[in-house]
């Protein structure tokens, strides 16, 4: 057995719904599977004397699980006050629109097709309830609309689909670039070294008690991929499918579609840097 200690980021093991840090508590989607891994964590977020409260990332749409995060709030004495949305995909937004009916509240997002209410999310914005303050921090890379929020209280940052909890993500092309992706891990490696960031609060897997080197990790990986796909190219692997069957021959193949998306957001890199 691996001691967990050892893995990138330091995961705390199984993905449980409760507490995870004084100020977040996940609940737990029943929607696992090989690119969702346990399922999606919905977070909610509030000051432990507050009575309101935030929630990040409702989930799929599935009514029991709308239904729980709201039962969990209420258990502890809050009430969901406004409901946040680190990107578009379905395993994190498909439930958004349900769960404001549910719970009556808006709904806030960087893609204004995703929102309910006027106000979206924007870089530098400060998200702030019942004494709560969450950053939005922009990190494009994975889709263009990716967002992250930091939670300077408890010294975490939600990280969405940017950041995992085990394994890496996938650059969703063309929606996602590489480019885009790096200066994102860059961004939150700064705010692990200068703004003391330690905990990873992710959208999919265990919480991370190493935050940088979970971030330093990710970056290595890239670097090392994208040195891979660019040995393939020269090898003669030319389109995305042949650079999949080589650079990935030893990934389940189950995952080949998400990394051909990689693949292709790796490609269409290395071709803006003219390397190849």
């Known amino acids: 057995m691996t001691d967990a200690g050892t893995l990138p980021g330091q995961p705390r093991g199984a993905v449980v719904t409760g507490p995870a840090t004084e100020r977040a508590v996940n609940v737990l989607a029943p929607n696992p599977s090989a690119m969702t891994l346990d399922g999606t964590n919905t977070w909610i977020v509030s000051e432990p004397d507050s009575d309101l409260a935030v929630v990040i990332d409702p989930g799929p749409l599935d009514e029991g699980h709308l239904r729980a995060v709201v039962d969990m709030a209420e258990k502890a004495g809050k009430r969901i006050a406004l409901t946040l949305l680190t990107h578009g995909h379905p395993d994190h937004a498909e439930?958004?629109?349900?769960?404001?009916?549910?719970?009556?509240?808006?709904v806030r997002a960087l893609d204004p097709a995703l929102r309910l209410g006027d106000e979206g999310l924007a870089a530098g914005d400060v998200v702030t309830v019942g004494g709560l303050e969450l950053?939005?921090?922009p990190t494009p890379g994975h889709t263009a609309d990716s967002l992250c929020f930091h939670l300077p209280a408890d010294r975490a940052i939600l990280t969405g689909?940017?950041?995992?909890?085990?394994?890496t993500t996938v650059v969703a092309h063309p929606d996602g670039r590489l480019g885009d992706y790096l200066d994102s891990l860059r961004r939150l490696r700064s705010l692990t070294v200068d703004d003391g960031v330690h905990t990873v609060?992710?959208?999919?897997?265990?919480?991370?008690?190493?935050?940088?080197?979970?971030?330093?990790?990710?970056?290595?990986?890239?670097?090392?991929?994208l040195a891979q796909v660019e040995t393939a190219v020269e090898d003669g692997y030319r389109t995305p499918a042949e650079v999949v069957a080589h650079v990935y021959a030893g990934v389940d193949r189950s995952l080949w579609p998400a990394a051909e998306l990689s693949v292709r957001a790796q490609l269409e890199y290395l071709e803006e840097h003219g390397l190849i």
């Open 95 to 106: 439930g958004a629109g349900r769960f404001a009916e549910i719970t009556g509240t808006r």
């Open 135 to 137: 950053r939005v921090v």
């Open 161 to 167: 689909d940017t950041v995992l909890g085990r394994g």
């Open 201 to 225: 609060l992710p959208g999919h897997g265990p919480v991370l008690d190493d935050a940088q080197g979970a971030v330093e990790y990710y970056l290595a990986h890239r670097a090392h991929r």
